[in-house]
């Protein structure tokens, strides 16, 4: 645990400028970049301290962005994808700009609604050797590409796998509209693309959610 710096004392909380909204430890927050055309820094606050003068200070560490990390953004990269890292700061509480929330990668799958405040993590990241904790995770479709929660995926009724419509030649309209799905291993051409019915109780082939 971080000690407090000579002079300081520990703070319970600290209550966002112009705002209501409270911040303790352990809390995810949006601080304000360092160049005002970019996206804010997003960090987990560890520690809050303040001076006998009322200024206010937060131990964070940060989430990096995909594009911020050793190979950038990829494909199976989500929107609102980002690393714990361990690269830890002391920051000025004044920069805190607003509160978020950092789901797991399988609570935020299962998130009806996706807002603005929502964002998920699946790996850590070492800024210092770029390297990803973990160094490995499941693949699907014929890509062999990990899960983008932005992207819908649809299941062979057969082997249970999961396909990008593009990768089996289909557009996302046309998955959507699938009563039955069959990958082309495991049946004709006929199988995979003609709609049947099925005891699916949606009546529609099972996907993965799409989100926008």
């Not at 300081?8 to 949006?30: E, F, Q």
């Not at 995770?137 to 593009?166: F, R, T």
């Not at 082939?205 to 926008?212: G, L, P, S, V, Y």
Request: net charge neutral.
């Amino acid at each position: 645990m971080a000690k407090t710096r000579p002079g300081k004392r520990d703070a319970d909380s600290y209550t966002i400028r112009g705002t209501n909204k409270i911040v303790k430890a352990g809390d995810c927050v949006l601080m304000r970049p360092s160049e005002s055309n970019t996206a804010p820094y997003v960090a987990r606050v560890e520690k809050i301290e303040g001076d006998n003068r009322n200024n206010m200070k937060v131990r964070v560490r940060w989430y990096y962005r995909p594009e911020e990390a050793v190979g950038g953004r990829r494909q199976f990269h989500g929107a609102k994808e980002l690393f714990l890292s361990d690269h830890h700061d002391m920051q000025s509480a004044h920069t805190i700009e607003g509160k978020c929330i950092v789901h797991t990668f399988k609570n935020y799958t299962k998130l009806e609604n996706v807002g603005p405040e929502d964002y998920y993590c699946r790996f850590e990241y070492k800024p210092s050797t770029g390297a990803f904790l973990p160094d490995r995770v499941a693949v699907y479709c014929k890509c062999e590409m990990p899960y983008n929660p932005d992207d819908l995926m649809i299941q062979c009724d057969e082997c249970k796998d999961w396909y990008h419509p593009a990768c089996v030649d289909l557009t996302v309209e046309e998955a959507k509209q699938l009563d039955h799905f069959i990958c082309s291993e495991h049946g004709s051409d006929e199988d995979v693309k003609k709609p049947q019915e099925n005891s699916l109780t949606n009546g529609k082939a099972e996907t993965k959610r799409q989100r926008k």
